[in-house]
């Protein structure tokens, strides 16, 4: 018999919201469970496209709007086929921001509409489960000061939460808003109960295509 597929499941959010952490504590805990997971975060920094990418954010180069947006895409749908892979194998994989976080980030600069910047990763695989963690700006600031790479402004992250919130209006996708104010472990607790829905839903289903 073939084997169950894994679910796509993606930790979405601004920054400070905790989605790192979360990504680690969700693969540890479904490992130590007995089901297969991986972490997977973009952009990956690690592939040529990644490399560009990161330098960019670090503000090592400057690039063209439309260029980096759509060197975010490329980022993704270079992993794809390992993507695909390790679903099919049954491992679950956790990822670290994906094509909304693609999405909220450009349409926040001006002149960019949501549509032109969700066309490039329209038929990716769509995930079985997008988890928003959600974090008052005010919050945010309280965990402590951003960083140096471009993006890390109170303001535009004001921004960009209103793009995600927008996003969210999308029924086609699984969203699930996670209160990221609370503790850590509560956090957790939370996401490990949706996940867990999800990889038992997922295996008998599809994967889709984001956006199609
Ligand atoms: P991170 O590596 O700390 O998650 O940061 C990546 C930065 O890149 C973050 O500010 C969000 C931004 N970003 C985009 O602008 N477009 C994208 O497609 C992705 C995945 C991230």
Redesign the pocket.
Known sequence: MACKRGALIVLEGV?KAG??TQCKKLVQALQQSGSPAEMM???D?TTTIGQL?SAY?EKKSDLEDHTV?LL??A??WELVPLIKKKLEQGTTLVV????F??VA??SAKPGFSLDWCKNPDVGLPKPDLVMFLKLSPAEAAQRGQFGE????TSAFQKTVQQKFEHLMNDSSVNWQVIDASKSVDDVHEDITTHSLNTINTAQNLQLGELWK
Do not use: M, V
């Open positions: 920054d989605k790192t975060r973009f952009p920094r990418i954010l947006h975010f895409s980022n993704r670290d921001r994906y094509a976080s693609g980030f450009t790479e471009r993006y890390e």
